[in-house]
């Protein structure tokens, strides 16, 4: 009995070992799988590395257009507009009506072009018994916390704190200077309520 004892603590202490290797040879397949002559993504994908810091998102995850990976970025000819976090772009792209610096919108700002600022919408104080998201506001211009100024289209997602619940429709959008439609309530468990929406929590 005492063998086979020993004999399955040192299989046990066999596997555990395996799996370790394994997992470190695995680990560094992954690392090594994109090769020189790419950039790995955050998310593991592989682009060429001429697609980085080009002004267009080609990682899903956008880490190819962010200030960590472009800040160093520097654009060797006068043909190129160097956007706010580091990516090249055209020249011609700087205030000709459309966002081509995709990581912030730094080409058509405002400030760098002279046009009035589009509509926006200040963002509201903290929901009663719970809270929101900011999404749909992409510019280094955009402001998240309560009181700043956010693009028109740009959209708030809500949530309640537990033991709440939402009562009407979870998300608001900027229109017209105003957010539409009004932030929902967050109604006490138990108390009548004419949504069955689910408890929302920060992701």
């Not at 290797?21 to 690392?31: G, L």
Request: aromatic letters at 10%; charged letters at 20%.
């Amino acid at each position: 009995m005492g063998l086979r004892r020993g004999q399955l603590c040192a299989l046990s202490l066999l596997l555990i070992s395996f799996s370790s290797i394994a997992e470190n040879s695995v680990s560094r397949v992954r690392r090594q799988d994109c090769g020189t002559q790419n950039f790995q993504c955050q998310n593991g994908e592989c682009i060429e590395h001429f697609k980085v810091c080009d002004g267009t998102a080609d990682c899903s995850d956008k880490s190819d257009e962010n200030k960590v990976t472009c800040r160093w970025r520097r654009c060797y000819s006068d043909a190129f507009f160097r956007c706010a976090y580091g990516a090249c772009v055209d020249v011609n792209a700087a205030c000709d009506g459309t966002i081509q610096c995709e990581g912030d919108g730094s080409d058509e700002a405002p400030e760098l072009c002279g046009t009035s600022p589009a509509p926006k919408c200040t963002l509201p104080l903290k929901h009663k018994n719970g809270g929101y998201k900011v999404l749909g506001c992409y510019s280094q211009f955009c402001g998240f916390a309560p009181g700043a100024q956010v693009p028109s289209g740009t959209q708030l997602e809500f949530f309640c704190d537990e033991g709440y619940h939402i009562s009407g429709p979870n998300d608001s959008y900027c229109l017209d200077e105003a957010f539409t439609p009004p932030p929902p309530v967050c109604e006490k468990n138990g108390e009548y309520s004419t949504s069955s929406t689910l408890n929302y929590g920060i992701v």
